[in-house]
């Protein structure tokens, strides 16, 4: 899997509510990813990167934006993250989104904030 997922917890889920379903498909547990909890930046953070203002039009996905702009369609969530707007329900044409850049420091400091209390 991309990297989005280095740092989440896996559970086991075998609850009792999903039993018919998991006999249908010939399976006793499942294992899933937790849910992330997007910290926010601090301002200072924020000012020692460097970012592109995208207006956000229709047609404009998350996905399409890191590809344009990262060249990997899968570091959508870094935009996400960056803006706390994790979907795109969360933007409306005319809206700016920020693409934080350089790549490399973004995600040191994604990592950094995981790895100080964080998640």
């Given at each position: 899997?991309?990297?989005?997922?280095?740092?989440?917890?896996?559970?086991?889920?075998?609850?009792?509510?999903?039993?018919?379903?998991?006999?249908?498909?010939?399976?006793?547990?499942?294992?899933?990813?937790?849910?992330?909890?997007?910290?926010?930046?601090?301002e200072k953070?924020?000012?020692?990167?460097?970012?592109?203002?995208?207006?956000?039009?229709?047609?404009?996905?998350?996905?399409?934006?890191?590809?344009?702009?990262?060249?990997?369609?899968?570091?959508?969530?870094?935009?996400?993250?960056?803006?706390?707007?994790?979907?795109?329900?969360d933007y409306?044409?005319?809206?700016?989104?920020?693409?934080?850049?350089?790549?490399?420091?973004?995600?040191?400091?994604?990592?950094?904030?995981?790895?100080?209390?964080?998640?």
């Amino acid at each position: 899997m991309g990297i989005r997922y280095d740092n989440r917890i896996i559970r086991t889920n075998s609850q009792e509510i999903y039993k018919d379903l998991l006999k249908k498909r010939g399976l006793k547990k499942v294992k899933q990813y937790t849910t992330p909890t997007l910290n926010d930046i601090s301002e200072k953070d924020r000012m020692n990167l460097d970012r592109l203002e995208h207006l956000w039009v229709v047609g404009d996905k998350l996905y399409k934006l890191a590809d344009k702009y990262y060249g990997d369609p899968e570091l959508w969530w870094l935009i996400a993250w960056y803006n706390q707007r994790p979907t795109e329900a969360d933007y409306v044409i005319g809206d700016i989104v920020y693409i934080p850049l350089p790549l490399e420091e973004i995600l040191d400091l994604y990592y950094q904030d995981k790895t100080s209390g964080g998640e």
